[in-house]
């Protein structure tokens, strides 16, 4: 998983130096993360129950 994560960040670094995002999409990119991680935290919080 952590191997993933990491090509996924090479990928998004390579995008961004490819085509710059408007501050809409960077927003949108970041609310979109934002509710990856909280959906991760849920799933950690239930497995300790």
Known sequence: MVHEEAVN???LSVNAMVMPKTIEQQLTDAN???AD?????????????
């Open 32 to 34: 979109d993360e934002i």
């Open 37 to 49: 991680l909280k959906m991760q935290i849920v799933w950690l919080e239930r497995s300790y129950e």
């Open 9 to 11: 960040v090479i990928e």
